[in-house]
């Protein structure tokens, strides 16, 4: 079974609630006379729905679906949910995105002038209590004495053993989050009786102790690496959890422990995980099951619907001029964007930003139409859309019509069928008035001319291609274009040099398209060279159908992790509550790698990948790069340039050795990572989260980025859990 939480967590059969983690971090069942311990688990089926529950609270917020019987209480339920308060805690907070939203405090993350009070910390940090207490009863409820005396044994108990495993990965998971974000905290494990009671306060050093020797206890016990269900944990999760903490362990302990980093990361690397061949598949609707994915967060539009996860990254991202067809949902949220510096990272010297062609002047030229009434339209003679115009305001019409079936039939018409022209009888291209039906044979994209004094026309069939020196072919060999009969636009994506190109039809010159003199975006009959000013990837469209033709041309880069929207948008953030300052993210998407829409509009299909292996290959190198041992200088070089190569699509993004610095994995981690979840953390190793090190704009509340104090490394604690619970002290500088 593919996704056992998708599947079963709805047949939970043990509800639980959390009141407060400083009063009880224990549980307690919602409907005890519909589900207890004693009929939860009387099966190992039984202790598998209760799994999927611990599972599906990374995933979902509550009982029924996007809302209405939340798992917490104090906040919107949509905001509440695991994976969007962390996407809120680890990429707000840093140069990687900013939101326009005015929901309570959001906009203190980005400008990282949050307190105590905040109720979106408050919501992080009691779903990942929550999710601890979930796990904590499913790991009381299985150990081997419960199972005895519910007479669970042979297979049954084998499989009950390796799912106690499981939950004790996801708590530890949980409890990483914990000391990762708040550092010192409440502490509960199984041995703690249920019952009221004031948790003890860890200290982060020990809570990091705790958080190894749990999963060092777990890896003999859970499921081979790649040999577990899709979406359960096995043992490169927990290699991968481990080498997080030791890449973290300086900053968690004082001590660093990069040589352990690297022992994971050779586990992990050698367990026959594989890099997906193409980055954005990893993103989309599909992306279950990918071989590079090492622990997803499994998300479905029918089966796991939420206001979070990654419902929430992918449409509080569309806005401004994006379509939210193009992104597999109903429409977008106009929230999310991302900073100047991240896309200076794949852009080095952008200030102005990205290149475009000249934007072809608004349509104000009315020229005189031809309707062209047929069969596939309904023989509407009055039809305003599809005509061929006269330029030249005189008896000569030219115009682009697609036919989406053989054997289309269509004549010309003046606005009605008073006057209209056909063929002459002879089928030599002469024109007679009141003649019979045009008869196109074949399906396809169609150049149509006539002239009604000449009393001529043509209708030649077309396929359409960019050539030039700046495309792949040169001028010998045409890049074909792909028509997109929703946008009745020709387009393709390139790699270009800088040089010029052309539009051609049928790979000859007889009807071909360049700029107009001087250069105004619009298309002229054999008009001159369409400059390209430097190498890169480009975005090419080009729009016939009815006089005047156009083309837009769009550079992105050579690097295709570079998803940015700049249409409509500004590079630099004047107004962080205006959508359109700031670049859009259209890296995450609800549409298949085939281009099929999720199954939901509203609720999107895209898995989470929390863990993947591109990660384990950046934290090789930086390890290696810090003086762990037991890697070497070649093989991180080696790992980089495998993810610089898929990203370019050959070996022209590779970089040497004396490239490869603690500085650039950095920004290599922003190229490959950016709206991972990755961020905050990874800025707060290297020093430069906090303080002025590190300037980015809004940061600290101030245009161009000010100081901000370290004490924001770490969130607070909740103020209401702190009153409450006499055994916990507040984080520093709060």
Known sequence: MKRIIKITFYATALMLFIASCTKDLNTTPINPTLYTPDNAYISAAGYKQVLAKCYAGLSVTGQQGPAGNPDISGIDEGFGEYIRMYWYHQELTTDEAVISWNDQTVKNFHSQNWGSGDVFIAAMYYRIFYQISLCNEFIRESADSKLDSRGITGQDKINCQSYRAEARFLRALSYWHALDMFGSVPFVTENDAPGKFFPTQISRTDLFSYIESELKAIEPLITNARANEYGRADKGCVWMLLAKLYLNAEVYTGTARYTDCITYCNNLINAGYTLEPKYANLFLADNGGNNEIIFPVEFDGIR????????????AAVGGSMKPVDFGIGGGWGGTRTTKPIVQLFYPNLTNGLWHSVTPPKRTNSYPVLNCPGS???WNP?????VVASVGSNSQYEGYLNFTTAGTQFKFALGSWNDNWGDDGTLTGKLKHGGDNFNVADAGYYKINCDTTAMTYSIIKTTWACIGDAT?????????????????????????TAGGLKFRANGAWDINYGDATPVNGTLVAGGANISIPAA?????TMKLGEPDYTYTIVMHAYDHRAMFWSDGQSLDINDVGTFTDGYGITKWKNVTSTGAAGSNPTYCDTDFPMFRLADVYLMYAEAVLRGGGGGSSSQALGYVNALRERAYGDQEGDITADQLTLPFILDERGRELYWECQRRTDLIRFNEFSQSTYLWPWKGGSKNG????SFYNIFPIPSADVSANPNLHQNPGY
Do not use: E, H, R
Request: proline share 7%; glycine share 12%.
């Open 304 to 315: 796991t619907q939420t206001w979070g996860g990654t419902t929430f990254i992918i449409c």
């Open 376 to 378: 596939y339209q309904g």
């Open 382 to 386: 009055a039809d305003p859309v599809n």
């Open 472 to 496: 792949p072919g040169g001028w010998s060999a045409d890049s074909p274009m792909v028509y997109d009969t929703t946008t009745k636009t020709w387009t393709v994506t390139l790699d270009l």
């Open 536 to 540: 890169g990837t480009y975005s090419i």
């Open 706 to 709: 000010i100081s901000v104090p």
